[in-house]
């Protein structure tokens, strides 16, 4: 334990320093006590079609009890899922998890190469995927341990004829279903028939049972599987929900879900702590259509929404998302990377409700740090280390740095990975002797125990000497009129060492290279001004919408 854990001070009043790890023994515990609790509200929501909890409560039994009755699977046994946020998706999160089985979340964006990696590597013997990428699947099936497939279309839940319609229009009109030839495979719908045949047998689920392979790029390396286990997974929705109980009520709360469910950050923050409240999940299935995305949201009241930088950003630069029902709005919630000033404020100046900042790892199932609910501005830090976690900075050495001093943020507590499947040294790497959990973010701590990312560790750029990190440049330049995104990253320099380059993405066509030279002056001590800067129409992203640092370092390379 840190010694005086300073954020102590800094709590919101009424939120406890330890949670109780032993109240639920399982996810599936948390999902019982909520079926129990709220069986006839609005559980998740797509395309205009609602399943209620008891709704979730008997289809996610029936595809638990597919799984074992007709597939013979045994507890420990891996099921893959392969789809953008559909109906289907929580039916079958929750299934796998009742059968005593462990969930392998799967980027459906996946090219055939990292498909085949996720599938040997984990070991999935069945696979849920929408049509859309059945053909990814086909190339790579006869390579992998996967013995059944089951196929569902986006529209097969919602009910006649609007299902049928969105399938049409899917395949036929958009072209976005290619054609596809799994021999074996079985539909979602054929697969709950033949479940609501069998009687699901009790599943003795341990607390230290791995409940989610959820797969991370992690520092190095191809993609490793996190193993969190249903202690991991309870405790941080027990973490999540103390931090903000006070602020959410257990009626009529409706969240948007626009991250996809494989993610960790909605699996946890959107699908499983709401689910503690009773609240409704909007799934949003294509986010990147920002004008379809606003219609869907704009009369509806929604109460919460999550996302990361850019996806507000892009928000807030679409026509009509100042005409959206804002009414009940009172808790917004970014991660998944740093969320820039300049969005935080327009977000606060157009909704009326602050952007609070947290910090999670797929590691940590994920949530470390979140700001204060009731935080009136944007503050820049990633928050307060939430109950029944310790955070520190350290030095390469080892050493817990003092308070303003920039290392490496590491993390303890009952949320962080059990390790990473099948790779005991990558685990070793970043779980050291003593429990603490490397993050590989540089961090400093103020005097409150609020703690501020200042960059990844490997994307900071040494110039002549000088630590310069990425963050801070971005985030001052985004704050420049006439810029829609901007990423910097490190090149090499004869004279320097490294040099910073920017990649700027205009919202204003007539901005130009010098314009952003004298407002970098004017804004950036001399070391940290871009020496090149290169306009780009779009930046490259990850599905859930990080830059992509790596690739542009590539491409400049």
């Known amino acids: 334990m840190i010694q005086d854990r300073p954020w102590f001070k800094s709590y919101p009043k009424g939120i406890p320093h330890e949670i109780d790890l032993d109240e639920y023994r399982s996810v599936v515990s948390v999902l019982d006590t909520a079926i129990r609790d709220y069986h006839a509200r609005p559980a998740f929501s797509n395309f205009g079609k609602t399943l209620t909890y008891g709704d979730i409560d008997r289809l996610s039994r029936e595809f638990a009890a597919y799984l074992l009755g007709e597939l013979k699977l045994k507890k420990g046994d891996r099921v893959a899922i392969m789809m953008p946020n559909c109906l289907q998706y929580p039916i079958a999160i929750f299934g796998t998890l009742r059968a005593g089985l462990t969930v392998v979340n799967v980027n459906p964006m996946y090219t055939p190469r990292e498909l085949k990696h996720q599938l040997l590597d984990s070991g999935a013997s069945v696979l849920v995927v929408v049509d859309n990428f059945g053909d990814t699947v086909q190339e790579v099936l006869a390579d992998t341990p996967v013995r059944q497939v089951i196929t569902t279309g986006l529209g097969d839940l919602v009910g006649f004829p609007k299902g049928a319609i969105i399938n049409f229009v899917l395949k036929y009109v958009k072209k976005m279903v290619p054609d596809y030839r799994l021999p074996g495979a079985i539909r979602f719908r054929q697969a709950l028939s033949a479940g609501s045949g069998h009687a699901l047998p009790e599943v003795d689920i341990d607390p230290e049972d791995i409940a989610f392979l959820q797969y991370t790029g992690g520092t190095t390396g191809v993609a490793k599987g996190a193993m969190l286990t249903h202690r991991n997974m309870v405790a941080n929705m027990q973490q999540a929900s103390a931090w903000i109980g006070q602020s959410v009520k257990t009626d009529g709360e409706l969240i948007v879900t626009a991250l996809p469910l494989y993610h960790i950050f909605a699996l946890t923050a959107n699908c499983l702590v709401f689910m503690k409240f009773g609240a409704s999940n909007l799934l949003i299935t294509n986010p990147r259509d920002m004008p379809g995305f606003i219609k869907e949201i704009k009369d509806i009241g929604f109460t919460a929404i999550t996302g990361v930088n850019t996806l507000f950003n892009g928000l807030l630069n679409t026509s009509g998302f100042d005409q959206v029902d804002f009414s009940r709005l009172h808790m917004t919630l970014g991660g998944g990377m740093a969320v820039q000033r300049a969005v935080a404020e327009r977000w606060k100046k157009v909704t009326g409700v602050t952007l609070v900042e947290a910090y999670g790892l797929t590691e940590t199932a994920p949530a470390a740090c979140i700001n204060p609910m009731d935080l009136k501005e944007y503050n820049g830090a990633i928050g307060l280390p939430i109950p029944s976690t310790d955070a520190c900075v350290k030095n390469d050495d080892g050493d817990i740095l003092p308070v303003g001093e920039v290392g490496e943020l590491c993390i303890k507590g009952p949320q962080v990975m059990k390790g990473y499947w099948q790779r005991p040294e990558e685990t070793a790497n970043v779980l050291d002797k003593d429990g603490w959990l490397h993050t590989g973010d540089m961090a400093k701590m103020d005097d409150d125990g609020f703690f501020y990312i200042v960059d990844r560790k490997k994307d900071m750029i040494l110039v002549s ?45 007539s901005l130009d290279e010098a314009a952003i030279r004298s407002y970098c002056r004017d804004n950036l001590t001399g070391y940290k001004q871009p020496k090149h800067i290169e306009f780009r129409q779009e930046l490259p992203k990850t599905n859930v919408g990080k830059i992509l640092r790596k690739e542009l370092r590539a491409e400049s390379a």
């Open 465 to 509: 000497g000088f630590n310069v990190y990425p963050n801070e440049i971005e985030d001052v330049i985004a704050g420049m009129n006439g810029v829609l995104e901007v990423a910097a990253i490190g090149i090499p320099d004869e004279r320097s060492g490294e040099a910073v380059k920017i990649f700027v993405v205009r919202k204003d066509p």
